[in-house]
């Protein structure tokens, strides 16, 4: 079982370069999300999907962009890299509805020079 | 806005014993609440889903209770093993959103 599949596991970008981060899962889950975890602040929402062609943005979306055009992928693009953006990033899907186990992928560690 | 508190920060005891990790929370109106086990430089682990009409959930050597009231939960996990050590996660869910604490520390000591 893959579960939440997370791509790249270490990235360095520069300053002002962008990139996309995939996730992919493979358990027919509806809700698709996207956490960044950064020492003494915990996991924090940037933006979450309740289903294909629906995304929302969660408590700090700025700077990222998301699309959720099949069930599977919901990838997350930073437009422009900033070194604010420093961060491991967690991808975590659910199924029908959150009232069911949340399951998360194994992160990508980002670092913006 | 909920808020997730986890107390305390880190936590050391000698294999064997007792663990109690608690977890609180601002905003009572949540759908569930899961535990999440994460080793370092790993990602979270599931370990347990407590559903807001459940007041506890156990798996093994781990037990969860949940106050809806209270806004608590509290993790029971015994005879611990240095294999416990971990930083251990509570997130509540409501909107459509989890909410992390900012985890607790435990080390287990051989």
């Known amino acids: 079982n893959a579960g939440v599949t997370q791509t790249p596991k270490f990235q360095v970008l520069k300053t002002g370069q962008s990139m996309t981060l995939q996730c992919a899962q493979d358990m027919n889950h509806e809700y698709m999300s996207w956490y960044r975890q950064d020492p003494g602040m915990g996991l924090r929402l940037i933006h979450y999907s309740v289903g294909a062609g629906i995304t929302d943005q969660g408590e700090v979306p700025n700077g990222y962009n998301v699309s959720r055009s099949t069930t599977e992928d919901f990838p997350l693009r930073l437009l422009s890299a900033a070194p604010s953006q420093t961060s491991v990033y967690f991808c975590?899907?659910?199924?029908?509805?959150?009232?069911?186990?949340?399951?998360f992928g194994q992160g990508t560690r980002l670092t913006v020079v | 806005k909920q808020e997730v508190t986890q107390i305390p920060a880190a936590l050391s005891v000698p294999e064997g014993e007792n663990l109690v990790l608690n977890c609180s929370f601002t905003d009572s109106a949540i759908y569930n609440l899961q535990w999440f086990r994460q080793d370092p430089g790993k990602g979270l682990t599931s370990l347990l889903l407590?559903?807001?009409?459940?007041r506890e959930q156990t798996s093994g050597r781990l037990n969860a209770s949940l106050d809806k009231s209270s806004g608590r939960s509290t993790l029971y996990i015994a005879a611990s093993q240095p294999g416990d050590s971990a930083t251990y996660l509570c997130?509540?869910?409501?909107?459509?959103?989890?909410?992390f604490g900012a985890g607790t520390t435990v080390t287990v000591r051989a």
């Open positions: 407590i559903q807001s009409s459940q």
């Open positions: 975590a899907s659910s199924g029908q509805g959150w009232n069911t186990e949340a399951f």
């Open positions: 997130a509540v869910i409501n909107d459509y959103k989890l909410s």
